[in-house]
């Protein structure tokens, strides 16, 4: 373990229209919130010198280790359907990278650091309850089995920010694979900076697709292999009810992981229309509509790869088409074979995708718990005498019986012990989830009273999900109608 962070940094050696070398801003009085010691370790970080007072410092941004080479990373973006051709980290530094003990190699970014010259009109600053939303949920989604930015730490700065009062601020340390979002294409192409594309594109394929490099058609190789990761993304959020909330294409990351939790929320009844963000009174973020949007960043990514794919802008047209259309394959293959094993199938017959599709269109009807309904199933998929607990999430529970009828016969197709195909469904139906109204609960705690123990107690409780923690029970429940969070801010 060592005291210098091993920074190894690829991205600030590329060409300095990529970005802006800065320096994080120093804040008054940091605090630190949370060190997530695992994955210091994993990253070959000492956790306890990460807590120390020059650890704490540099997770501030007070003080820039020795190898780093702060940037902040350019971008654009579709945002809303609204193409901006100039936004980028306005309140992120890119510290440097490190390659982690499997050997992939991790951005370091600080968020909430300060001003860039991408910062437009904002202060380059992050309030504490947006920090401490990104850091519970992104660990949620990853223990989950989601790919997801992680948090590395939180730190409180000691200082105020300004949003419609003022409020606590805090830097939030981000760990990627990468920050490349389709955003940051889009950059370069909005500037006929073919040159640039490729040169990004080329590094995108050996950083994160290096078996693309020795195809013939490197560039189309490449799209597929992010409609791929794109699609199966959508399907492992819709899996477990969540709602990005600001799928926007600076908030798409090349890598294929989960990036940017703003206004996002899991879902609590389940219901395809849900909308939580405040900012989104289309519902072009609804939950149900994630698969077509991601669709619609993918073809924006896939436009400023045409004059990489072929000379011929026809040909080039026709290549990139087949390449998106790969995409409702992925997404279908996923969330349909994720669906089977959710109700205790592994084999795909004809009649499936109907029989589940009724399974969620009756929990629609009927407002059932998206999370305690799938787990419930597990103790349901035993025997019949596991039925009462999901019967209670339906306000019909004779729409319930009526499809579990259905249900067991096909079981009975699949021979399986009870009690192995009540173990498999529990690894992939959750028990916990980072409910909006106990997010609500952990940041007014940590907010108004400067407590930070109930953020402690769930980031703990959500490290693992499909555990049962009879003692934590009350994590697992829905809200109360009192309790219920129904529209987001995109609050930053
Ligand atoms: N307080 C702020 N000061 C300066 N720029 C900001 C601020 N808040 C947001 N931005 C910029 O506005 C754009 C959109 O913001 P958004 O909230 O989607 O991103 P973010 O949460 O800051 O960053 P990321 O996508 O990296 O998680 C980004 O370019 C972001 O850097």
Not at 25 to 40: F, Y
Not at 290 to 318: C, F, K, S, Y
């Amino acid at each position: 373990m060592t005291h210098q962070l091993p920074f190894d940094n690829s991205y600030a050696h590329l060409p300095e229209r990529f970005y802006a070398r800065v320096a994080p801003a120093s804040v008054r009085a940091p605090r630190l919130i949370q060190v997530n010691a695992e994955l210091a370790r994993h990253l070959g970080i000492d956790p306890q010198w990460l807590s120390s007072p020059a650890g704490v410092k540099m997770l501030a941004g007070r003080q820039v280790p020795e190898a780093a080479e702060p940037i902040a990373m350019a971008y654009a973006g579709h945002q809303f359907g609204q193409f901006v051709p100039q936004l980028g980290d306005g309140r992120a530094v890119l510290l440097g990278e490190i390659i982690d003990r499997d050997g992939t190699r991790r951005d370091l970014q600080l968020k909430g650091s300060g001003r860039t010259p991408f910062s437009r009109g904002g202060d380059g600053r992050a309030a504490l309850g947006p920090v401490l939303r990104e850091y519970v949920v992104s660990e949620a989604m990853a223990a989950l089995g989601i790919p997801t930015t992680r948090s590395l730490a939180a730190v409180a700065t000691g200082e105020e920010v300004a949003r419609e009062r003022m409020l606590p601020g805090a830097v939030l340390a981000r760990v990627a694979s990468s920050h490349v979002r389709v955003g940051t294409f889009q950059f370069l192409a909005a500037r006929r900076d073919v040159d640039g594309v490729r040169i990004l594109a080329n590094y995108v394929i050996q950083r994160h697709y290096p078996e693309v490099a020795r195809t013939d058609r490197p560039y189309v190789e490449l799209l597929n292999r992010v409609v791929a990761r794109q699609a199966e993304l959508v399907a492992k959020w819709l899996l477990v009810g969540f709602i990005h909330g600001v799928m926007n294409t600076d908030n798409v990351s090349i890598a294929g992981e989960t990036i940017d939790y703003g206004p996002c929320a899991f879902m609590d009844g389940y219901d395809p229309a849900t909308v939580f963000s405040s900012i989104d009174r289309q519902g072009r973020y609804a939950y149900g509509r994630q698969p077509g949007i991601a669709h619609w960043n993918l073809t924006r990514l896939a436009e400023t790869l045409l004059p990489l794919i072929a000379d011929n802008q026809e040909e080039a047209v026709l290549q990139a088409e087949e390449a998106l259309a790969a995409f409702e394959t992925h997404f279908e293959a996923a969330y349909h074979g994720g669906l089977l094993w959710k109700i205790g199938l592994s084999g795909l017959l004809a009649e499936d995708v109907a029989l589940v599709g009724d399974l969620l269109k009756t929990m629609a009807d009927n407002r059932a718990d998206f999370t305690l309904t799938f787990r419930r199933l597990c103790d349901a998929a035993a025997g019949p005498e596991g039925d009462e607990g999901v019967r209670a999430l339906f306000d019909d529970p004779a729409a319930y019986e009526q499809w579990a009828v259905r249900w067991r016969q096909r079981l009975q197709a699949e021979p399986q012990d009870a009690v192995a195909r009540r173990s498999a469904m529990r690894t992939v139906n959750p028990a916990f989830i980072p409910r909006n109204h106990r997010i609500e609960a952990v940041i007014d705690a940590a907010v108004e009273r400067d407590d930070l123990g109930p953020f402690d107690e769930l980031v703990a409780v959500l490290a693992r999900p499909y555990e049962d923690h009879p003692e934590f029970a009350r994590y697992a429940s829905p809200p109360e109608p009192h309790e219920r969070v129904s529209q987001m801010f995109c609050g930053t």
